[in-house]
């Protein structure tokens, strides 16, 4: 039975969310929000769940067909997703979206490799295609940065290209990277503990150099020239960022994880600049984990010295970002028990009590879109700290309270949030499919 306080907090909630059902109008209320913002930063409360890809690809569509939005900015790695990217434009020999989503092969493969992703770069494609000459095409880009041994491939392959003397500086100064055999978190070990000498030196004068040749690299006209040039320096900034964040690893997780969403931001701002060089209106669409996305100055984040994305965003552009989450209070989830762990379709236990996500399964109502902008007695009741649940790409429902939850203010941290009650995990295209058996420690510093 639910006590005065929460039977008043749910009738509110009641009167103010608009339900969900399918029809084209469901997000209306939403787009009328967006308006004319550049940024719109859509979340997902968990790695592995088909509801959030679906209606945040339906959203992004009307973005792209109402708001003319000229770009989705994914968490994951720039060089694989700079394939797809490829695909949706039509320059590559990429036959199909999942000849495109190839790249996605290291762990964990199903958060891009999976049908809702496959069904989205299709539709982009045939977007793109059916353009008239004056339409923008619409690319796809990734802001991550564990791609360090594809990237420097990538830097040394376009400098073979248009300038060999510097490609041999390039393979000299990376050389220190290659001691390693490609293991990045044996180079984050033996140069955080002094084992070895760090290659901060040299990864910052290759990104400064190719910088400073960008006149002579781009001379030649045309907007492929420039995305050739732009692919190879964010490839170069990603090397640089991605060896200090394995330096520091191993000494300072919330230093880590800064360095990587401050990489993020970086790099979302720089692709911004980038289009509007080549004439094309800078309006993205970025999709990665709620904990990235919502304002981590609402939440226990700020407390342990951490920024995300979503703060970042939020301080450089103001009302022109809006950030969307998601939640759900029970299902299923494509996740892992520990990461390179095999994947599995899991049980997503019920949400723990006066957290939001029971308050909002309490309202009966199975998906609901709430705007978290403005007072209403619904507004002022979520301001009110609660726990709010995160699944990454692991999920460990036997330690379910330590290991998924934290407390937020969820007004503070997002715009609006999406509910669906119920979800189902994602279907991945590599169908290396178990059942939940257990429940081994987490084994990497982060899995969001």
Not at 240 to 248: I, L, M, P, V
């Amino acid at each position: 039975m639910l006590d005065a306080t929460k039977t008043n907090v749910v009738e509110a909630l009641r009167k103010s969310v608009h339900q969900l059902t399918g029809a084209a109008t469901d997000y209306n209320s939403l787009i009328d929000l967006i308006g004319n913002a550049r940024l719109v930063l859509i979340g997902e409360a968990s790695h592995g769940t088909h509801e959030f890809y679906e209606q945040r690809a339906e959203i992004t569509k009307r973005l792209i067909q109402e708001k003319g939005f000229t770009g989705v900015a994914v968490e994951a790695d720039w060089p694989d997703a700079y394939r797809v990217n490829h695909y949706v434009q039509g320059v590559n020999e990429d036959l199909t979206p999942v000849d495109a989503l190839s790249g996605f092969q290291h762990f964990p493969s199903w958060m891009w490799r999976n049908l809702d992703v496959v069904k989205f770069v299709n539709w982009l494609r045939d977007y793109n295609d059916n353009l008239n000459e004056t339409g923008v095409k619409v690319g796809f880009y990734g802001l991550d940065l564990y791609s360090m041994y594809a990237s420097i491939a990538a830097v040394l392959d376009y400098l073979e290209q248009v300038d060999p003397e510097a490609a041999n500086r390039a393979r000299s100064r990376y050389a220190c990277l290659e001691h390693f055999g490609e293991d990045t978190h044996t180079y984050g070990y033996a140069t955080s503990f002094g084992i070895s000498e760090s290659c901060e030196e040299e990864v910052i004068k290759q990104l400064r150099e190719l910088q400073n040749r960008v006149s002579e690299y781009t001379q030649k006209q045309g907007r492929l020239t420039a995305d050739e040039f732009f692919y190879a320096e964010q490839n170069a900034r990603i090397v640089k960022n991605a060896e200090a964040y394995y330096r520091a690893m191993f000494t300072e997780r919330v230093s880590s994880w800064n360095i990587r969403d401050r990489h993020m931001a970086e790099t979302l701002e720089q692709l911004m600049l980038h289009l509007e060089q080549q004439g094309i209106p800078a309006k993205i669409v970025v999709w990665e984990h709620n904990s990235h996305l919502g304002d981590a100055r609402a939440t226990d984040m700020a407390q342990q010295g951490e920024v995300n994305l979503g703060q970042l965003v939020r301080e450089r552009y103001g009302n022109d970002a809006v950030l969307i989450g998601f939640s759900t209070y029970t299902g299923t989830v494509t996740a892992a028990s520990n990461w390179d762990g095999m994947t599995q379709l899991k049980q997503v236990r019920p949400a723990l009590p006066k957290s939001y996500e029971e308050l909002f399964h309490q309202t009966g109502i199975p998906q609901f879109l709430l705007v978290l902008r403005g007072e209403n007695a619904a507004i002022t009741s979520l301001r009110k700290s609660r726990l709010e649940r995160a699944i990454g790409v692991i999920y460990r429902p036997e330690t379910e309270r330590s290991s998924h939850y934290f407390y937020a203010c969820l007004p503070e941290q997002f715009d609006a949030v999406i509910h669906i009650d119920d979800t189902k995990g994602v279907q991945p295209l590599d169908r290396t499919f178990d059942v939940d058996v257990g429940e081994p420690p987490e084994t990497f510093p982060s899995a969001l």
